[in-house]
């Protein structure tokens, strides 16, 4: 299990990349197709063609990791393909990584509390 850092910044590419690439490239298609900064502590989660992997891109402060995840059965839960990237929260993310449905998660709502008089 990954559990990030709480506010960092966690993105899904939501088009599918060319798994044979590595550290260097996806940083590439960070910058260049999704006009982020790679280096900024931007967690980046690529998908295949495939539903039963992902790619995870991320800067630990002085250099690349690349984290990559196959699932032997049903696969992970994706979007559906598009341009762009999709903004995660930090369960979401975590549940993404474990193999759940994502989308059916959030961040819990901790309501005020009453005023006392």
Known sequence: MISPAQGLRIVLAVRPVDFRCGHDALAAFVQNTLGLDSHSGLIV????????RLKILLWDGTELVMIYKRLAEDGFVWPQIGGGVLQLTRVQFEALFDGLNWKRVGEPVMAAPAAAN
């Open 45 to 52: 989660v690529f998908r295949s063609k495939r539903k039963d």
